[in-house]
Nanobody, 124 residues
Framework: QVQLVESGGGLVQAGDSLRLSCAASGRTFSVYAMAWFRQPPGKEREFVAVISGSGGSTFYADSVKGRFTISRDNAKNTVYLQMNSLKPEDTAVYYC?????????????????WGQGTQVTVSS
């Protein structure tokens, strides 16, 4: 069983930055890809960013490319999402997810464990 616990969300103004963290339990954390998804109000969950097990490869949604950075510290079983230049349209509940495999994917079905989510609200 894997548990994922997100933290770092909050209310910020447009242009501000936030860093989300996701702490994972389990001894094989470094084997699997980890990703961040988000669910804006009234919309479906959408892919944000993913990082390979080693941390050497990343992939981003076009909407966040150049503003968000995903990283991981396998010694601490933690994945991060640094969010800069935040926009009101970034408002959502952000979820971290553990991949079923080592390779990266933007598909929700490629992930088998999810955190409880953390709210990010960006005011204009």
């Amino acid at each position: 069983q894997v548990q994922l616990v997100e933290s770092g969300g909050g209310l910020v103004q447009a242009g501000d930055s936030l860093r989300l963290s996701c702490a994972a339990s389990g001894r094989t954390f470094s084997v699997y890809a980890m990703a961040w998804f988000r669910q804006p109000p009234g919309k479906e969950r959408e892919f944000v960013a993913v990082i390979s097990g080693s941390g050497g490869s990343t992939f981003y949604a076009d909407s966040v490319k150049g503003r968000f950075t995903i990283s991981r510290d396998n010694a601490k079983n933690t994945v991060y999402l640094q969010m800069n230049s935040l926009k009101p349209e970034d408002t959502a509940v952000y979820y971290c997810a553990k991949g079923r495999f080592a390779f990266k994917s933007s598909d929700v079905s490629a992930y088998d464990y999810w955190g409880q989510g953390t709210q990010v609200t960006v005011s204009s």
